[in-house]
């Protein structure tokens, strides 16, 4: 069976900021969603992992504006997140990576 992948409102938040971008760092999501950086880059390291997001640090000189940037962009399976996240309506829900809506995981910190 495939990873799955958690979808939260935040998580929901991150892809749709991602979907609409060919390419964007993190401070454009984290203004995008009007998330807290301790809440979005969290999520963007376990799309990351679970394979929904490619990443690239800048390359460019940034001496004069600052600490290089690292850009995020989706991979088709992070495109087929992203439909399914435009489906989800308002319904929190987990998606595995075969692209099926799945039922989320039960339990968690109260039991």
């Not at 900021?17 to 807290?36: M, P």
Request: with cysteine.
């Amino acid at each position: 069976m495939g990873t799955r992948i958690r979808l939260t409102r935040a998580t929901r938040a991150v892809v749709r900021a991602l979907v609409h971008e060919q390419e964007c760092y993190g401070l454009e999501i984290i203004q995008s969603t009007r998330l807290a950086s301790g809440t979005v880059y969290p999520i963007l390291a376990r799309l990351e992992r679970q394979g929904c997001l490619h990443s690239r640090w800048e390359t460019d000189e940034v001496q004069a504006r600052g600490p290089r940037r690292r850009f995020y962009r989706l991979t088709p399976l992070g495109l087929a997140l992203a439909r399914s996240v435009a489906g989800a309506g308002g319904v929190e829900r987990g998606v595995g990576t075969g692209g099926a809506p799945v039922r989320p995981a039960l339990g968690g910190a109260g039991g």
